[in-house]
C-alpha cells in the first residue's frame, strides 16, 4: 500500500496550483486539490480576466464619442450596467469549467472545501477528514487589504465590485496603485463622478515617473478628482443610503454610493495551520521559499501570491510549473524574476518593463534615455489632446536597451513584444536598424534618435 493518500496535495485552485496540479500528475504523481471557494482563483474569477472585461466595455464610452470625428452618425446610447455584469459572470463561469476540466482531463481529484495544514505531510478538510501527502503545495493566494477605519463594513474591495446591483452615480476609491487607477478608469468612463484619495500624494509607486505624471494629469482632466495625503477616516451611512465619506485634512466629506478601498493585497495565510509544520510566517503573511519553492519544512512548497514575491498571476503559472519539474519531473529549475513586463489598463494604459531610470541610476548605470512625444493617430479626431509618451533606458556602456516604459493605447500589446529585446539584451542599435512599421504607434519605438 501507498505510504499516502496522494504524491501532491495542493490547497488552492488558482493559476499556480491548478498548473502546478496539471504538470506532477502529468509526470505521473497522484494529485488533489483543495479550493474553498471557486476554481481558477484571483485572476479568473475576481481580478485580471473579469477586470479586463470591464476595461474593454468602458472603452465604448469614448469610442463611440469619438466616432463622429470618423463619420459615424450614432444615435442615442446607453449603458446598462446589469447586462455587463451578467455577461461578465457568465464568461467567469465559463473559464471555472474550463480549469475544473482541465483538473478533470489529468486525473486530479479537487475538493470544493477548505482545507489546512495539520502537519508535514497532513491536510484536514473542512468536513473534518484527514489526508496525507508526500508533498503539499501552498498557493492559496493573497487577499486585499482592508484598512482599520470606522464604518468599513460600508466598503467594498475589488472581490464585490463584480457584482454591484446597480452602477453607482459616485465612487470614491482609496488607494492609488494599478487596482485603484484601473477601477477608477472603468467607473469614470462609464459616466460616475470619481475621486481617488490617498495616503500619500504619489500615483503608481515604483512605475517610471514620467509615465505617472502624465496619467495624472489625464485622468484629472478625464474628470477622475483627487485628494492626496487624505486617508479615509471614517465612512457614515445616511438614511437614503448614501456614505458620507471622511478624510483626513478635509472638513467636508465626499458623498458616495459606493467606497471601494485598494490599498493592497496580503498572502491569505490566516488559519492556514502553516505553524503545525514549523513554517513561520513573514512579516506580511507570506510564506518564505528559496529558489525552488520550498518552504523551511522539506515536505511543504509554496508558489504564486502567497509568497509575495512578485503578485502575477502569468508569475505564479511559471513557478507552479517549475515546482512540478523540479519535485516531480526530475528536472530541477528556478525562475527568473528580471524582466517581467507589467501593465496597468488605465485610460490610457501604461505598460513598461526593466529599470525605470531612477532604478538604472540607483544601480550605477550609466544612463542614456531615449523618449517620443506625440499624439497617436487614433486621436486626431478625437477632442481629447492626449499624447502617447514613449521612454527607452539605455547603458550606455554597453548600449543595451535595460527598460521600456510607455504610456498610450494599446501600450500593453505593444510593450509584450518589446520585452523580447529586453530579455534578450538587445541594444539600442538593434532598435535602430529594425525598420518601422508605418503607419503605426509602435513605429516609435524604432525611431528615436
Same mark, same amino acid.
Given at each position: 500500500m501507498a505510504e499516502y493518500d496522494y504524491d501532491l496535495f495542493v490547497i488552492g485552485a488558482g493559476s499556480g496550483g491548478v498548473r502546478a496540479a496539471r504538470i506532477a500528475a502529468g509526470h505521473g504523481a497522484r494529485?488533489?486539490?483543495?479550493?474553498?471557494?471557486? /476554481?481558477?482563483?484571483?485572476?479568473?474569477?475576481?481580478?485580471?480576466?473579469?477586470?479586463?472585461?470591464?476595461? *474593454?466595455?468602458? #472603452?465604448?464610452?469614448?469610442?463611440? +464619442?469619438?466616432?463622429?470625428?470618423?463619420?459615424?452618425?450614432?444615435?442615442?446610447?446607453?449603458? !446598462?450596467?446589469?447586462?455587463?455584469?451578467?455577461?461578465?459572470?457568465? !464568461?467567469?463561469?465559463?473559464?471555472?469549467?474550463?480549469?475544473?476540466?482541465?483538473?478533470?482531463?489529468?486525473?486530479?481529484? +479537487?475538493?470544493?472545501?477548505?482545507?489546512?495544514v495539520t502537519g508535514p505531510n497532513t491536510v484536514r478538510l473542512a468536513s473534518g477528514r484527514e489526508i496525507t501527502a508526500k508533498i503539499i503545495l501552498i498557493a492559496v493566494g493573497?487577499?486585499?487589504? &482592508?484598512?482599520?477605519?470606522?464604518?468599513?463594513? #460600508?466598503?467594498?474591495t475589488s472581490n464585490e465590485v463584480f457584482h454591484l446591483s446597480t452602477f453607482p452615480k459616485r465612487?470614491?476609491? %482609496?488607494?492609488?496603485? *494599478?487596482?485603484?487607477?484601473?477601477?477608477?478608469?472603468?467607473?469614470?468612463?462609464?459616466?460616475?463622478? /470619481?475621486?481617488?484619495?490617498?495616503?500619500? !500624494?504619489?500615483?503608481?509607486?515604483? *512605475?517610471?515617473? @514620467?509615465?505617472?505624471?502624465?496619467?495624472?494629469?489625464?485622468t484629472q482632466e478625464r474628470g477622475i478628482a483627487y485628494r492626496f495625503n487624505?486617508?479615509?477616516?471614517?465612512?457614515?451611512? %445616511?438614511?437614503?443610503g448614501r456614505l458620507a465619506v471622511h478624510?483626513?485634512? +478635509?472638513?467636508?466629506?465626499?458623498?458616495?454610493? /459606493?467606497? &471601494?478601498?485598494?490599498?493592497?493585497?496580503r498572502p491569505k495565510t490566516d488559519g492556514l495551520g502553516l505553524e503545525n509544520a514549523g513554517i513561520t510566517l513573514g512579516k506580511?503573511?507570506?510564506?518564505? /521559499?528559496?529558489?525552488?519553492?520550498?518552504?523551511a519544512c522539506p515536505s511543504i512548497y509554496a508558489v504564486g501570491d502567497v509568497t509575495d514575491r512578485v503578485q502575477l498571476t502569468p508569475v505564479a503559472i511559471r513557478e507552479g510549473h517549475a515546482f512540478a519539474d523540479t519535485v516531480f519531473g526530475g528536472t530541477p529549475r528556478t525562475i527568473a524574476y528580471d524582466h517581467i513586463p507589467s501593465a496597468v489598463f488605465s485610460q490610457p494604459p501604461l505598460a513598461g518593463v526593466g529599470m525605470t531610470e531612477a532604478e538604472a541610476r540607483s544601480a550605477g548605470v550609466n544612463v542614456k534615455v531615449f523618449t517620443s !512625444?506625440?499624439?497617436? &493617430?487614433?486621436? &486626431?479626431?478625437?477632442?481629447?489632446?492626449?499624447r502617447g509618451f514613449y521612454k527607452l533606458i539605455v547603458d550606455a556602456d554597453s548600449d543595451r536597451v535595460v527598460g521600456v516604459h510607455m504610456i498610450g493605447p494599446e501600450a500593453?500589446?505593444?510593450? %509584450?513584444?518589446?520585452?523580447?529585446?529586453?530579455?534578450?539584451?538587445?541594444?539600442?542599435? @538593434?532598435?535602430?536598424?529594425?525598420?518601422?512599421? +508605418?503607419?503605426?504607434m509602435a513605429e516609435e519605438l524604432v525611431l528615436m534618435r
Open positions: 494529485v488533489a486539490v483543495a479550493e474553498e471557494f471557486r /476554481v481558477g482563483g484571483t485572476c479568473v474569477i475576481r481580478g485580471c480576466v473579469p477586470k479586463k472585461l470591464l476595461v *474593454y466595455a468602458s #472603452h465604448f464610452a469614448e469610442e463611440l +464619442h469619438d466616432a463622429a470625428g470618423f463619420g459615424w452618425t450614432i444615435g442615442e446610447a446607453k449603458f !446598462d450596467w446589469a447586462k455587463l455584469r451578467d455577461f461578465v459572470a457568465s !464568461d467567469v463561469d465559463r473559464l471555472e469549467r474550463a480549469y475544473t476540466n482541465t483538473l478533470d482531463s489529468n486525473k486530479v481529484e +479537487h475538493f470544493a472545501e477548505r482545507a489546512t493573497a487577499w486585499p487589504v &482592508m484598512p482599520a477605519f470606522a464604518g468599513n463594513e #460600508h466598503a467594498i465612487v470614491v476609491i %482609496q488607494g492609488a496603485g *494599478y487596482i485603484a487607477l484601473e477601477f477608477a478608469g472603468i467607473f469614470n468612463a462609464l459616466g460616475a463622478e /470619481v475621486t481617488v484619495v490617498n495616503r500619500s !500624494d504619489q500615483i503608481l509607486r515604483g *512605475y517610471e515617473e @514620467d509615465l505617472r505624471t502624465r496619467l495624472l494629469k489625464i487624505s486617508p479615509i477616516e471614517r465612512v457614515e451611512k %445616511q438614511g437614503d478624510t483626513a485634512g +478635509h472638513p467636508d466629506p465626499i458623498i458616495a454610493d /459606493v467606497v &471601494m478601498v485598494a490599498t493592497g493585497r506580511n503573511g507570506e510564506v518564505p /521559499v528559496d529558489a525552488h519553492n520550498a518552504s !512625444d506625440f499624439r497617436p &493617430m487614433k486621436n &486626431m479626431f478625437a477632442s481629447r489632446p492626449e500593453p500589446e505593444i510593450l %509584450q513584444a518589446v520585452a523580447i529585446a529586453v530579455k534578450a539584451g538587445l541594444t539600442k542599435a @538593434d532598435f535602430d536598424a529594425t525598420v518601422a512599421l +508605418h503607419p503605426s
